[in-house]
């Protein structure tokens, strides 16, 4: 997400960073090269100008002009803004106390609504909530079946009573229903349309004035750019919006939605829909979106990843065998399919400082397929082989070769990029034995950062 955005910034600030002292001049060159960057990544141009001001009264300030790193203060002073445009309110859902928990999705056809009910089920049930789904969109032709094999997907109950048309009926039924079953939450997938009318909104109000729910999300198609952020606006005047899940965030590469919508619509961003997964929905955290935008990655939201596909007592198992040199061949592919299971290689990269903008990465996408051909090979081996590499020789090899449809050489490669690793990962073990618990664990870092990013190098990722 941002690509072209995040680009144009980060060559506006590299300039700054060369300039021993600014001077007004230099200043006001910079401010015109962000704004033409915003307006192209089609931010609003009230947005725009507000922001621009806001960040010129402050970079001409004398504690910036005369400051020793004074590059360093105005792209402080950029991120700051920045994420200021979204507000203080954080993402996810309000806090309520009410049971169940009712959450009406509203937005125009074709915006992601259905998809992003889905996601949302998956997300509740892993704060340990139990959600139950209903669709009230009785006139688009096959869209409860879209959402029943949706959920199916994430194990969540689907109200569908049979022959029941009717859109209030079918909302405050759910409702009834998760009240004697015992579900906390439900989510409702209201109809879209491809404008906005008098018809939509009028059902609309009369299943808010039925279910009285604790949240209103409006869900925005963020490729769609500002008319996403004028229909939103249209829906909040109208029914009342309490929050905004901007979907397909992953396939917009100006991002001028995402920064305009609070602004100019009044209401926060609550999720955001990174992917196609299920599990590609994440609650909304400004300073993590505006650290990827500026190139400084987001570990936050990485290591909530991580969470989400490694097991604790898997990890702790895995930190064991690293002590005491006993990692081998079927450890490292259980983490290469824990890292795929955490989303594309690219979104993950972008989340590490530092590799996010990284030339090589702008010019070529990570290979995804090359982690399924190393994967491919390591299934390709005997356990004998997978547990004690050094077993393998050249017949072995060739045989390894052909069952997983790859060359002699890419194995030789593998081996030997691995055994490599496995020397880093041993002093990392032998690092983390020494001094106290904070030492360690920054020592854990920057080893396993350094050994990763060596084997990605070497493996052409």
Do not use: C
């Not at 909040?236 to 899940?245: A, E, M, P």
């Amino acid at each position: 997400m941002f690509e072209s955005l995040s680009a144009r910034l980060q060559d506006v600030f590299r300039s700054l960073r060369g300039e021993a002292r600014l001077t007004e001049a230099t200043v006001e060159l910079a401010l015109r090269a962000i704004r033409l960057a915003l307006l192209e990544a089609d931010v609003n141009f009230k947005v725009v100008k507000a922001f621009i001001d806001r960040v010129r009264d402050r970079a001409m300030g004398q504690d910036v002009m005369k400051s020793l790193t004074p590059g360093q203060q105005v792209i402080r002073i950029v991120r700051d803004e920045l994420i200021a445009l979204f507000g203080d309110a954080g993402g996810g859902l309000r806090p309520t106390s009410r049971t169940p928990r009712v959450v009406l999705l509203l937005g125009l056809q074709g915006s992601g609504k259905t998809t992003t009910a889905a996601k949302l089920a998956r997300w509740l049930q892993r704060q340990g909530r139990h959600p139950m789904l209903t669709s009230t969109d009785v006139r688009r032709p096959a869209a409860i079946q879209q959402l029943t094999a949706l959920s199916e997907k994430v194990g969540a109950r689907v109200y569908d009573p049979p022959g029941d048309l009717d859109p209030v009926r079918r909302a405050s039924g759910a409702v009834a229903e998760a009240r004697n079953l015992g579900f906390d939450v439900v989510i409702v997938d209201t109809a879209g349309r491809l404008h906005i009318d008098d018809e939509l909104m009028h059902e609309l109000e009369a299943i808010k004035a039925v279910l009285e729910p604790s949240d209103l999300l409006y869900v925005a198609d963020a490729m769609t750019g500002q008319d996403a952020i004028k229909s939103a606006g249209e829906f909040n005047r109208r029914i009342g919006v309490s929050g905004v899940v901007l979907s397909k965030l992953d396939g917009d590469a100006r991002g001028g939605a995402a920064l305009s919508v609070v602004a100019v619509v009044g209401v926060p961003i609550a999720f955001v829909g990174s992917g196609e997964r299920i599990e590609d929905l994440e609650p909304f955290r400004a300073e993590g979106i505006v650290s990827r935008l500026l190139g400084m990655g987001d570990v936050l939201s990485l290591i909530e990843r991580a969470e989400q596909v490694v097991d604790r007592e898997e990890a702790e198992r895995l930190e064991q065998k690293i002590r005491s040199d006993d990692f081998t061949l079927e450890d490292f592919r259980t983490e290469l399919r824990a890292i795929r299971r955490m989303g594309p290689l690219e979104q993950i990269l972008g989340m590490l400082p530092g590799l996010g903008n990284l030339k090589p990465l702008a010019d070529q996408k990570p290979d995804e397929q090359q982690l399924k051909r190393v994967e491919a090979i390591i299934d390709s081996m005997t356990p004998r082989e997978r547990r004690n590499s050094r077993v393998i020789d050249g017949s072995r090899r060739r045989r390894i070769a052909r069952g997983s449809g790859t060359s002699v050489e890419e194995v030789n490669q593998l081996l030997r990029q691995f055994m490599q690793m496995r020397k880093m990962l041993k002093s990392l073990g032998g690092l983390a034995a020494q001094g106290g618990h904070r030492g360690k664990r920054m020592r854990n870092a920057l080893n396993a950062r350094r050994a990763m990013k060596s084997f990605d190098k070497r493996m052409g990722m």
